[in-house]
């Protein structure tokens, strides 16, 4: 069974920076397109961007140019570079598998990312 485990969130001014990991553990790991959600309390979780295993790359309307998404498939670690950061990018932010995919893994717990004005 794998494991997401979601790091690096915190409070920033607007205009700052935090980039973010998503570490998968497990046996026989291999994770396929991947992809950073965001939720904001109720309200559904929407997808922020997402890459598949090649480095393809699509983002959301909200984030493009400011975002950044990458992997390490050898550690199995998928992250998120956000810059400009916006009060309005206050949420809790997810790692899963992409939208359109076979399978999704468990959700983990998140991090919690806070912009201030």
């Known amino acids: 069974q794998v494991r997401l485990v979601e790091s690096g969130g915190g409070l920033v001014q607007a205009g700052g920076s935090l980039t973010l990991s998503c570490a998968a553990s497990?046996?026989?790991?291999?994770?396929?397109?991947m992809g950073w959600y965001r939720q904001v309390p109720g309200k559904q979780r929407d997808v922020v961007a997402t890459?598949?295993?090649?480095?393809?790359?699509t983002y959301a309307d909200s984030v493009k140019g400011r975002f950044t998404i990458s992997r390490d498939n050898a550690k199995n670690t998928v992250y998120l570079q956000m810059n400009i950061l916006k009060p309005e990018d206050t949420a809790v932010y997810y790692c899963?598998?992409?939208?359109?995919?076979?399978?999704?893994?468990?959700w983990g717990q998140g991090t919690q990312v806070t912009v201030s004005s």
């Open positions: 497990g046996s026989m790991v291999r994770l396929n397109a």
């Open positions: 899963n598998a992409a939208p359109g995919s076979s399978m999704y893994y468990n």
């Open positions: 890459i598949t295993r090649g480095g393809v790359t």
